[in-house]
């Protein structure tokens, strides 16, 4: 399912950022370093909010983020707890599961009413704005930004993609 490979290049993408962010952390000025952590735990809010949503349960915060910033390990460890159940979910969904409808109230109080699959299409570009933004932050302070664009994810996951039998 294609959609259980969009999740599985979140992760990868969400794992290559989180790593090259944190070898270059200590160049990132104070306040861009703040925001680099703060965008990111946003995401992995959201991605838990959602989850929770999904799956019937009390939901985890009551903010689309957590007031104090976690450290880059313990953000790394919850996102990737996050990703590994997305893609689980991801890769044993029905199409009754994807059309399921759930009724939620968000953090600032609206309600709202989304389909299954309407949420996991928004985790994946809510997360994907989000890294470029925090991308953003590493070059604009001259750094190195991750390559990690879904056409390199799925030529390092699947490396027979880059032998092709055509001639150019």
């Known amino acids: 399912m294609q959609l259980a490979k969009a999740f599985q290049y979140k992760q990868w993408a969400n794992a290559e ?5 944190e070898q270059q952390f200590d160049r990132l000025p104070q306040d861009d370093a ?15 909010l959602f989850i929770s949503r999904i799956l019937g349960e009390p939901e985890k915060y009551s903010a689309d983020n ?3 910033t976690p450290t880059i390990a313990e ?20 199409t009754e599961e994807l059309e399921r409808s759930i009724e939620f109230k968000f953090v600032d ?8 699959e309407e949420i996991l299409l928004h985790l994946l570009t809510h997360g994907s704005n989000h890294r470029g933004m925090a991308s953003r932050t590493l070059a604009a302070n001259g750094l ?12 390092q ?8 039998e055509f001639q150019f």
């Open 75 to 94: 953000l790394r460890q919850t996102m990737a707890e996050n990703d590994s159940w997305l893609v689980n979910y991801a890769q044993s969904l029905s």
């Open 34 to 48: 703040i925001f680099f952590v703060r965008i990111l735990n946003h995401t992995t809010v959201v991605d838990s």
């Open 157 to 164: 996951a699947e490396p027979s993609r880059r032998q092709s």
């Open 17 to 21: 950022l989180l790593a090259l962010g």
């Open 109 to 116: 109080g609206d309600l709202g009413t989304l389909t299954v």
């Open 144 to 155: 190195e930004r991750p390559k990690d664009t879904f056409t390199r994810y799925l030529h």
């Open 66 to 68: 957590t007031v104090e």
